[in-house]
């Protein structure tokens, strides 16, 4: 069995109690939130977790002002990974928390479902402390970044350069109070808010702002770490990115369909685009929790190898190889004909809307 922790009780951290507990190989052994933490060798029960309006006060927990530190320090030899559930705000919160993991001398896979450029990129200066460590953290593991920065690294592979990389995402939520450290990271992208302004906000001043768009968020050009993953994985440019969406904080169905869309130009000179299109059935706790559990599982793999370091899902994935130069002229050559260049890219995502 493969132990996993999970380092947060809130949507996400207690949706994947609920799928751990319905996967054969994995076994949640640990879990933690800013009141303290449970620790079980034998297993923890999903709607234990579902149910405790705080993890002290779940039977058995232990009471902890630094919670995430007392688990790993006390339990990090039965631990086999862990998924960092936490909130992405301020950027620097989840570098800190991962520096302070690797003072404990935990060995193992770390997984997280960052969103944020700048958050992404911080983790990424921290792979020569986790591979000195012994540790292979693996970033921008949930839904966007993660499956859909993944699915335009695979999509890439049909194509010698890559023209555009256009995701867009609908989320449905019940309510916020659900998940209230996700809704608070999609009010940071919104004009005239940041991670630092909305950190400082209170959940009366965050109700209100919602009141004020319907419950309805629309995010455009949003600052996602799909760009820098992508660009790491020498898929395209960060520039060639465009990430936005819509979040109904008040209805469960989803606004609009999540899907990423990715042009490109092939070796013959055609130029196309590949379209993947998730469900609307599947929820955001279904997207962002399923490939994060599917990245500790390859992550383990990849440990097993003796890999360290800082890797993100886009790197677990074909890799692309950048096209020469003048690869047009090659085309040229080899008696392919060049299509027209796209049209420009704001032209272009109007009309694929």
Known sequence: MINAAILGAGGLGKN????????????????????????????????????AKEIASIPGSVPSSKSIIDLISSHKDKINTIFIALPNLPNEFIPNVTNEIIKTGFKGVLVDALKRTRAVEMIKDLDPELKKAGILYLTGCGATPGLLTAAASLA?????????????FGVGIANWDTYKATI??????????????????????????????????????????????????NVCSRDKVTVGGLVDTRNAKKPISTNVRITGRT?????????????????????????????MKSGLWLYDLGVRG??????????????????????????????????????FQKMMK
């Open 310 to 347: 800082v890797l993100t899902s886009a790197d677990v994935m074909p890799h692309l190889m950048p096209a020469k130069e003048n690869y047009l002229e090659i085309q040229e050559k080899q008696g392919y004909q060049k299509e027209k260049e796209p049209i420009g890219r704001k032209e």
């Open 184 to 233: 608070r990271e999609d009010i940071a992208h919104l004009e005239g808010f940041n991670p630092e302004i909305v950190s400082r906000m209170s959940d009366e001043e965050i109700i209100k702002e919602l009141d004020k768009r319907n419950g309805v968020l629309e995010l455009h050009n949003m600052e996602h770490a799909d760009d820098v993953m992508l660009e790491f994985a």
């Open 267 to 295: 070796f013959e000179g055609r130029i196309s685009t590949h379209q993947f299109v998730l469900g609307d059935e599947t929820t955001m706790a279904a997207n962002v929790n399923g490939p994060v559990l599917g990245y």
């Open 16 to 51: 994947m109690a609920l799928l751990i507990e319905q996967k054969k190989e994995f076994n949640l052994v640990g879990i933690c939130d800013s009141s303290g933490y449970l620790f079980n060798e034998n297993g923890i029960n999903g709607l234990t977790v579902k149910e």
């Open 156 to 168: 890439a592979q049909s194509f010698v350069e890559v023209l555009d990389v256009t995701i867009t």
